[in-house]
C-alpha cells in the first residue's frame, strides 16, 4: 500500500483534571519561552542597550499581537461566513485556527505600540523578533501534524502519508516541508547573518526584510503541496489563499532589503 501509516499521537500532551493541554497550545507557549531567552542571550553577549524589563514588556507585547492577530486574521481569511454570524466562535481559541499573517499584522501593531512607549526605532525591534520567530513557526507545524490537520495533496512519493482525516490517502506532509523550510532554514540563515555580519545589526530592517520575504517565497512554494481549505479551494483556479497573502510579503521585503542596501 503506497503511503506511510500516520503515527498516533494525541492532540492532547496530558490533562490537568477537565482541563486538556494540547500540543498546538504548548507549541506557542514554547516558542516564545525560547524566543524570549534568546533575546535576554542576545541582548546581553551584543550589548544591545535593552533592560530586561523592556524585553518582558516586548514579549507581553508581541504575545497579545499573535494570538489576536493571528486569531482575527483566521476569522477573516479562512473562517468563512459562519465565524462572522457567531462572532462568539472567534474566541474559542480552543478549537484552533490561527493565520500567520494576522499574526504577523497583530505583531506589526503591538510592535508599533510598544517602540511609541520606549521610543525605539521600530526596525530595530522587529529585527529581534524575527530572529527567532521562525522557532514558534517550526513547532506550530509540528503541532498541524501532531493535528492530523493542514496535510498536503494526494501524492504517490515514497514519504507520503496516509492522514485519518485525509482520508487515508497517501498525502504530502506539507506540514513538515514548512517546518523545515519556514522554521529550520530561516532560523538558521536569519542568525548566521546577524553574527557574520555585525554591520547588519545597526543597518535596521535588513534582518526583517528577509524573514517576510523568505517567508513568503517558502509559503507559496509549499503551497504547491499543501491541500487548500475545502471551504475557499482554489482562486483563478490554481492559486491558493496562502499564496494570495504572501505575495505581499514578498513585494514590501523586497522594498525594504533593497532600501536598506542603497541607502547609502
Do not use: C
Not at 501532531?146 to 490517502?169: C, M, S
Not at 487548500?228 to 491558493?240: E, Y
Amino acid at each position: 500500500m503506497i503511503g506511510l501509516p500516520y503515527p498516533e499521537i494525541s492532540s492532547i500532551a496530558f490533562s490537568i483534571g477537565p482541563i486538556d493541554i494540547r500540543w498546538y497550545s504548548l507549541a506557542y507557549l514554547f516558542g516564545i519561552l525560547a524566543a524570549w531567552f534568546l533575546v535576554l542571550k542576545n541582548n546581553q553577549k551584543n550589548n544591545l542597550g535593552y533592560t530586561r524589563q523592556q524585553i518582558e514588556d516586548l514579549v507581553f507585547y508581541v504575545t497579545l499581537g499573535i494570538i489576536i492577530g493571528g486569531r482575527l486574521g483566521y476569522a477573516l481569511f479562512y473562517g468563512g461566513s459562519e465565524m462572522w454570524l457567531k462572532p462568539w466562535r472567534i474566541l474559542e481559541l480552543w478549537k484552533g485556527g490561527m493565520s500567520f499573517h494576522g499574526g504577523i499584522a497583530g505583531v506589526i501593531l503591538a510592535t508599533w505600540l510598544y517602540v511609541r512607549r520606549y521610543n525605539f526605532k521600530f526596525l530595530a525591534i522587529t529585527d529581534l523578533i524575527t530572529l527567532y520567530a521562525p522557532i514558534g513557526m517550526f513547532l506550530g507545524r509540528i503541532a498541524n501534524f501532531i493535528n492530523d490537520e493542514l496535510w498536503g495533496r494526494v501524492t504517490n512519493v515514497p514519504w507520503a502519508v496516509r492522514f485519518p482525516n485525509g482520508g487515508f490517502v497517501p498525502r504530502h506532509p506539507s506540514q513538515l516541508y514548512e517546518a523545515f523550510f519556514e522554521g529550520i532554514v530561516i532560523f538558521a540563515l536569519l542568525n548566521w547573518i546577524w553574527k557574520k555580519y555585525p554591520k547588519v545589526r545597526n543597518n535596521h530592517g535588513i534582518i526583517s526584510a528577509l524573514f517576510i520575504l523568505l517567508y513568503g517565497l517558502f509559503r507559496i512554494a509549499m503551497e504547491q503541496f499543501r491541500q487548500p481549505d475545502a471551504h475557499l479551494g482554489f482562486f483563478f483556479g490554481t492559486t491558493t489563499m496562502g499564496q494570495m497573502l504572501s505575495l505581499p510579503l514578498i513585494i514590501v521585503g523586497g522594498l525594504i532589503l533593497y532600501r536598506n542596501i542603497n541607502k547609502d
